[in-house]
């Protein structure tokens, strides 16, 4: 079984930046790809950012440009730093982990909020 673990969220002022932070732990062969869901108040979950093992980025159109994930394989950690936020990226976000032979693991959710 695979824990996933997020820190690092928290308040920031529009403009800001914010680093989030992921460790997956457990009984772990290989991760294939990890990533970020994030779910806004009322809204559904959205995919903000993800990146394969050999570390190929994926972004939403609406944070392209200021968030950026990246990956370090032997950790099995992957970090999202936020630049110039905006109040809209205000949510809770989560992190997963896909790891080989095994089905996806979910963090508990670290939340983001951006005061305007």
């Given amino acids: 079984q695979v824990q996933v673990v997020e820190s690092g969220g928290g ?16 009984s772990i062969f290989k991760i ?8 806004g ?8 950012a993800s990146i394969t093992n050999s570390g190929s980025p994926n972004y939403a159109d609406s944070v392209k440009g200021r968030f950026t994930i990246s990956r ?14 905006k109040p809209e990226d205000t949510a809770v976000y989560y992190c997963y ?8 693991s979910w963090g508990q959710g670290t ?6």
């Fill in 11 to 26: 308040l920031v002022q529009a403009g800001g930046s914010l680093r989030l932070s992921c460790a997956a732990s457990g």
């Fill in 32 to 39: 294939n790809a990890m990533g970020w869901y994030r779910q």
């Fill in 41 to 48: 108040l009322g809204k559904q979950r959205e995919l903000v």
């Fill in 72 to 85: 370090d394989i032997a950790e099995n950690t992957v970090y999202l730093q936020m630049n110039n936020v």
């Fill in 97 to 104: 982990a896909d790891p080989a032979y095994s089905r996806r």
């Fill in 111 to 116: 939340q983001v909020t951006v005061s305007s």
